[in-house]
């Protein structure tokens, strides 16, 4: 009689630790896709309590081992899938509960995201609220608005403020919103001689809010404003101004006073000044023009730094660039590369490198040391000139029938004039050139290391047109354009 076949093991169940904690955390997505439960809250829980899913993950483990005893089993083992749910919770849960103690509202402020991308960390809900009180004569304004534009308007025949609040709160719900809004309501104080208008955007903590402020004062008073985030615009002021802003664009025109500003990530527009006006930090781009006083610029400036028109002395500073104008009846244009000058009257100074120089009608005494870069001076009535440069060409238009003496040198360049009267000797590895044209007078000084040397008359042209192309061939392809590149001026 043939033996009974044997019977095969039974083959372990499949454990139900993985699928219940998936269906956990799908029920919670779930409650917040339909707006049951919000998302910070389910942020905040996960950041927090995410052990508790491997806690059910375990339990859920161990009664399925002690049934298997029970029923003479052999447990199932913890698979692959296992151990690649617990890496995810536990990466998971780390990532977020770091992410939990991160100052968001100071990340938010650290980079540039500006107002039409402000929601994206929430529901914007907006708010209208107003402020109205008297203005004592002689005091000053201070605004701090942490983030939100700042507009400064003239109170025509009132001694009053007034503030127009526009606040936007980005919150989960309405609740909250309207919450935190309670809790942000702009102030005004008075301490001795000055009124302060604080939005008050900080109330609520690290929740974001940001506040516009349009105020109407009196136009004499002085105003100080201090931002972090956000666009300040003043104009038509008998008052000094000083703005801190990070963050922003700021524009200032029409006003009786000095204007001093402090800035950084920023873009400044500054026109019509009767005072001086002082800028310091770190700023993206800057224009400023028709200035009666002062223009001082001290800091890094990243694009492009545009002046005009400035009655008294001109001095801007950066990491590259030290230049000194006693006045400039036209015009300078700063960039990474160049730098261009109309009607500059001396004494000037201009030491930089790495830049292609261009100074056109220069009056007066002159100085120019570059490195790296072509120079180029027209001079419109000659004073005293001394130029240093290296690894560049140097061109210099002088006045035909004015007087001067020169001392010109250069190493590894050529060196020409179309002064007869001065004695040239290209030889060997130096090219010099000295000697007096009608009769003396300035003193002119030229020393160049690999670049040639042009002295030239006044009436010379400036740069000749590119010749034709030759008949029967094409003209040659522009070549492509570089890439920008942003560096400090």
């Not at 938010?108 to 914007?124: K, P, Q, V, Y």
């Not at 025949?157 to 127009?164: G, K, Y």
């Not at 006045?327 to 930089?352: H, M, N, Q, W, Y």
Request: no cysteine.
């Amino acid at each position: 009689m043939a033996s009974p076949a044997p019977v095969p093991p039974r083959r372990p169940r499949r454990s139900l630790a993985g699928p219940v904690v998936l269906i956990i955390l799908g029920i919670l997505f779930l409650l917040g896709n339909m707006g049951v439960l919000h998302w910070s809250m389910l942020r905040h829980w996960f950041a927090n309590y995410w052990p508790l899913l491997i806690i059910v993950w375990g339990v859920i483990k161990l009664v399925e081992y002690q049934q298997a005893q029970r029923e003479g089993e052999r447990p199932r083992a913890i698979g692959a899938g296992g151990v690649f749910l617990l890496i995810v919770l536990i990466v998971f849960g780390l990532a977020f509960k770091q992410a939990e103690s991160v100052n968001w509202s100071g990340i938010r402020d650290s980079i540039d995201i500006d107002d039409d991308n402000f929601a994206l960390f929430g529901t914007s809900y907006s708010y209208d609220d107003s402020l109205k009180q008297d203005f004592p004569a002689g005091a000053n304004l201070h605004v701090v608005d942490d983030r939100g534009a700042v507009t400064v308007n003239a109170a025509e025949n009132s001694n009053q403020i007034e503030v127009a609040v526009h606040k936007r709160v980005v919150a989960d719900n309405q609740q909250d919103a309207d919450k935190w809004n309670g809790q942000t309501k702009p102030t005004i104080s008075t301490s001795g001689n000055t009124v302060t208008l604080n939005a008050n955007t900080q109330g609520a903590g690290d929740h974001a809010i940001a506040a516009d402020l349009t105020i109407t004062i009196p136009r004499k008073a002085s105003v100080i404003i201090s931002t972090r985030h956000g666009d300040v615009s003043i104009t038509n002021r008998e008052g000094d101004l000083d703005v801190s802003n990070q963050h922003g664009d700021v524009n200032i025109s029409d006003i009786t006073g000095k204007v001093a500003l402090n800035l950084q990530h920023t873009s400044a527009r500054v026109s019509q000044i009767t005072g001086d006006v002082s800028v310091e930090g770190r700023v993206d781009d800057i224009s400023v023009e028709d200035i009666k006083g002062e223009v001082r610029l001290n800091g890094e400036f990243m694009e492009s730094v545009k002046v005009a028109r400035v009655t008294k002395t001109v001095i801007f500073k950066s990491s590259r660039t030290d230049l000194e104008f006693a006045k400039l009846d036209g015009d300078l244009d700063l960039d990474s590369g160049d730098l261009r000058a109309t009607e500059v009257f001396g004494p000037a100074r201009l030491i930089t490198r790495s830049k292609d120089i261009r100074l056109q009608d220069v009056n007066g005494d002159l100085r120019v040391q570059d490195e790296n870069g072509s120079v180029e001076v027209r001079m419109k009535k000659l004073g005293n000139v001394d130029l240093t440069n290296r690894k560049g060409d140097v061109q210099l238009y002088l006045p035909e029938k004015t007087g001067f003496q020169l001392e010109a040198r250069t190493r590894n360049g050529d060196l020409q004039t179309d002064f007869s009267e001065l004695q040239v000797n290209n030889s060997n590895d130096t090219a010099t050139a000295s000697g007096s044209a009608a009769g003396g007078g300035s003193r002119v000084v030229i020393n160049n290391e690999h670049g040639d040397i042009e002295i030239r008359k006044g009436s010379a042209v400036a740069s000749l047109p590119e010749p034709p192309p030759t008949p029967g061939k094409p003209p040659k392809a522009p070549a492509p354009p570089k890439s920008p590149k942003i560096t400090e001026n």
